[in-house]
């Protein structure tokens, strides 16, 4: 008997529906929240995979979220749009306030979205791709709880307060990374833990403030950043940029709010939509060639793209369907029964 | 006989203004390249202080720096202020646009800075501060020349493309960074070169690809980004939002235009300036409150904010003036014979 259960895009993405469905989301966020856990899984992103079903309704359960209310959208002024999503997920929110971030970024060239009061567990490429989409550039912020240490420091202050950016490309997929400012994503410390496997090193330190590579020790303790002093300097500016400037929680205040039940962070997002053809004084063709020959100057040395890897997987995906450990399926499977 | 030269901010400030009128420049330029580096020495950020006045003229010599060129500053939309350098270094164009990006920040919540065709010598921070002083946020991008290979890659593509963000505090200096994505700046090479010293390690190959700690072997081969993958793909984003969105030199075309002259680079810069009250609804004591306390959470565990030492430095150079290496002074001084 195989480990791995294969389910082709569309079953994972009924799966993932039905599991939220039975569990009180409404329609809207069950979709919502559906495609973007069955586009992990499909890039083998596999901490946002089919296991984030588990966070979700976990989240769901225990927490505060809010499986149904919808999401308000306003317009804060010519250059930024604000939906507030009523401790609901994010990915409603984002996708119901997406046509008016595409259309300011349109008319004055630098657009802002910020998304207050979401409950948040998901990658930001996926909203990345949806901006480049309409031709623009994106680059996306959140923070998370605070698991993270500052640089110099020991005690935990950041999320694991994620960067992404995309620039759209003609006939090929975007340009898009999406990385975490922690040495490590917490969903893989979680994986680790659950394959009872050692971190690598300098991700995080215990409770005593020494080094270790203790999945459950980290947890217990402090991850760290990447990049030493320059990941530290740029996970507080996401808390600044997606916390402080938009008034919504930082990381630390997510944690207190949180008050030790696990659940999936609640604070706010920042996307900023960048316009090309604006920029670019109506040049946006001859700044697509200077990409493009920045692109082919990385790739023609045998270096990749950043979202290489999570290309080839989909196209994989989209010939094979996916693989998920058998344990994970069952588990998955479980929360059918409420 | 000291190897130190101690001179007051003053006398450092009329050094670099008569050097700089004694090669050339116009009063304008000479002030606002003056003040920036005698604010760059005061910080003791040696690779951009009274050093860069050697790099500044010889770029101006021999290369096509124009030091009396004034810029022109054009409104591209309600968002987007852009000044056209026409060849000459940024620092001017800049000031002389700041006063429109603010406005248009407090006007729609986020706008920008498109500096084109400037030579661009200076670090980001006192920028990122002069904007702060209005009581925005702000987030500085430029390329540079491509001294810096992608991560997999062992071939220069990218510049040492700096990333700097500053956030307004109310009696407080600014939350600043200001960062290389290469694992050390070009200066600090230099420096390391003059000094016959060697590099740390991981921040350089040879010209065939082999690590190294020697300044003129990496100055041939190239140099590498700091933080691997992640840092690799922030100088790409660098790249991509700082020249090919406002369609202006990337760091490879840099490097080619300049043709081995080994002068300052010409291209662009993007400057991003967020309003907290907008961005805020009108919140921003709240949130400023919720940035409060993450950086207490910070220096409470006695790690330090990132602009930390400059900020000592100041205070010590606002004292007793700055001390630099009697032979840069000597050739410094051999500038104001033409």
Redesign the interface.
Known sequence: MSDLINLSLDQAFRLSNDVLANNGFCAAHAQAIARTITRGQADECHSHGLYRLLVCVKSMREGQVDPQALPTVTE?????V?ADAHRAYSLLAFQTALPLLVQKAR??????M?INNCFHFSALWPEIEAVTEHGL?A?ALTPSHSWV???????P?FGTNP?A?G?PRVGHNP?V?D?ATSAIARGDIELHRRANRPLPEHCAVDDQGQPTTDALAAMSGAMLT??????S??A??V???A?????D??S??SMAFDNGVGATPLHGELI?A?D?Q????G??E???R??E??FA??VD????L?SQRRYDARRRSEEQGVFIPRALYEDILKLLDK
Do not use: Y
Request: net charge positive; proline share 4%.
């Open positions: 804060r002024s010519a250059a930024i604000a008319q004055v060239g630098v657009a802002a910020v550039a680059l240490a500052p640089a110099g420091g020991s005690k202050v960067i950016f620039w340009f990374f990385f990447f990049g030493g002093h320059k990941g300097a740029l507080a500016m808390e600044l940029l916390g402080a400037l938009i008034n929680m930082t630390m205040e900023l960048f090309p604006l920029f670019a004084n040049n946006a001859e700044g697509a200077r990409a020959e920045m100057a990385i040395q045998g270096a990749r950043p």
